[in-house]
């Protein structure tokens, strides 16, 4: 079945430096990988998603980007701000069936 | 708030006895997903429901078990319950967005579970 890695586990970045969290999925027909954000004790909430058939997708501070041939794609924060500190979870779909998330990476904004 | 709503937000519960956990998705979204979440772990996707039929099943326990009903809102049932169900359990929906069909999962609050 669609397995999901996601890594790094932890991260610890600097205030105002990038972060990057890389996952790779192992069902090449996943063609819906959304990334969500989720703060202590409250639900994981979409903060950027992207389809198979586009390779870069950007909001502001946040970026996806996907590679079909290798299966991976990553989740890129720009000039990292204290309220980033959270967990981080990728995931791979087809279409809206079954969801898979990897197992999350807590990211640590240092001051 | 995304619009899907779960009761009850705390549940205390002992080891042995049956719990129900109520989930109502967004206004006209047709899917409904449970998924488990424990201390410091991953989600962990239970099943899927589509306007009342099961759609898909991910470690969902024979212990458990979900429906969805005609007015689309979903119960999952965990019965027999052990130390190890305690956790945080979130319901998800999606299907419609400005009209249109959306893959995107919206989650609720959770449900915390604590069995004693």
């Known amino acids: 079945g669609e397995n999901v890695e996601q890594h790094p586990s932890t991260l610890s970045v600097q205030e105002g430096d990038s972060a990057v969290i890389k996952c790779t999925y192992s069902d090449s027909a996943s063609n819906y990988f959304p990334w969500y954000k989720q703060e202590l004790g409250k639900r994981p909430q979409l903060i950027i998603d992207i389809r198979s058939n586009v390779g870069e997708k950007k909001d502001q501070r946040i970026a996806v980007t996907l590679n079909k041939t290798a299966k991976h794609f990553s989740l890129h924060i720009t000039e990292t701000q204290p309220e980033d500190s959270a967990v981080y979870f990728c995931?791979?779909?087809?279409?809206?069936?079954?969801?898979?998330f990897g197992k999350g990476t807590r990211l640590h904004i240092l001051p | 708030d995304s619009g899907v709503t779960q009761t009850p937000k705390h549940l205390i519960t002992a080891t042995g006895q049956r719990v129900t956990l109520r989930c109502s998705p967004r206004s006209g979204d047709l899917s409904v997903y449970w998924y488990q979440q424990s201390l410091d772990q991953g989600l962990q996707f239970l099943i899927q429901y589509y306007n009342g039929e099961e759609r898909a099943k991910g470690n969902i326990l024979e212990r458990f078990s979900a429906q969805q009903f005609p007015d689309l809102h979903s119960e999952l049932n965990l019965s027999s319950l052990e130390l190890g169900d305690s956790a945080l359990y979130f319901c998800a929906s999606s299907g419609i967005a400005g009209g249109r069909s959306t893959d995107t999962q919206y989650f609720g609050p959770g449900t915390r579970l604590t069995v004693l």
């Open positions: 995931a791979a779909s087809i279409g809206s069936n079954k969801i898979i």
